[in-house]
């Protein structure tokens, strides 16, 4: 890299901390103030920068709107799925992702079981919102307020004798889940069937996918299965190092 694209790039980081005048740019690049001057100005040409009225600089506003406009174009599915398929292949169970939309938590990809016993999943249709695994995932890290609202909106069927049944043992859960990093549904769906899943997050640390290992207990038992999660949310890590945009964290 050149020592001006280097330079120049150093200054954002910088003013990520908040306003900076001249003088303190210069000083934290080391360099002499028309330097700093030369390459600030490039910046604010490109919106990159904007210099305030007393005189010191902050990110500009097109910073903003590119990294906004680069997140919408960031395909979760894609940028998933090779992982999914390694984490399959390693392990041999079913492999799920999911992201929460309009109220519903929607499978977006599944790599199936080596296995032959399969489970019925299928992709675009919603989950078992208060049991799943990726759906508890995906609702511990909505806001206070607006998770307690969906809780007390939300039907509890008793699809199995471990099913959560009522609000404030969701809420419980989910509580827990948020805590420990990870998720599990431990035939709260299906008597038969187990699974843990972990949070992929974005830049800003906020989940905006699930994913998940699955399997009927005829296969492998619950404790076999969490045995996995170490796997599992390494897996979950890497994807979102790669949906983040980030070489190392």
Same mark, same amino acid.
């Given at each position: ?51 305030? @009225? ?20 960031? /395909? ?26 309009? @109220? ?50 939300? /039907? ?9 049944? @009522? ?17 599990? /549904?431990? @035939? ?53 190092? /790669? ?7």
């Amino acid at each position: 890299m050149s020592q001006t694209v280097d330079r120049a790039l150093r200054i954002l980081p910088l003013l990520a901390e908040g306003p900076a005048n001249l003088e303190q740019v210069a000083t934290r690049l080391d360099v002499h103030k028309s330097t700093a001057l030369r390459l600030l100005r490039t910046l604010h040409e490109h919106g990159l920068v904007y210099r305030q @009225g007393d005189q010191r600089y902050r990110l500009g506003g097109r910073l903003f709107a590119l990294a906004q406009e680069a997140m919408e174009n960031i /395909d979760i599915r894609a940028t998933a799925h090779p992982h999914l398929v390694a984490l399959n292949e390693n392990c041999g169970h079913t492999v799920h992702l999911a992201v929460h939309e309009e @109220g519903e938590v929607i499978y977006v990809d599944k790599v199936d079981s080596r296995y032959p016993v399969r489970m019925y999943s299928r992709i675009g249709k919603p989950v078992a919102i208060t049991v799943a695994a990726v759906a508890k995932i995906l609702l511990a890290d909505l806001p206070g307020d607006e998770l307690r609202t969906l809780a007390r909106k939300l /039907d509890y069927p008793r699809y199995t004798a471990r099913s959560i049944i @009522g609000p404030e043992a969701f809420l419980a859960e989910l509580a827990k889940v948020r805590e420990q990093g990870w998720a599990t /549904d431990f @035939g709260g769906h299906e008597e038969s069937i187990n699974c843990v899943g972990a949070p992929i997050r974005g830049h800003d640390g906020r989940v905006v996918a699930a994913m998940s290992v699955s399997a009927p207990n005829v296969v492998v038992t619950a404790e076999e299965l969490l045995a996995l999660l170490p796997l599992v949310r390494r897996t979950a890590q890497t994807i979102s190092r /790669d949906y983040a945009g980030y070489t190392s964290r």
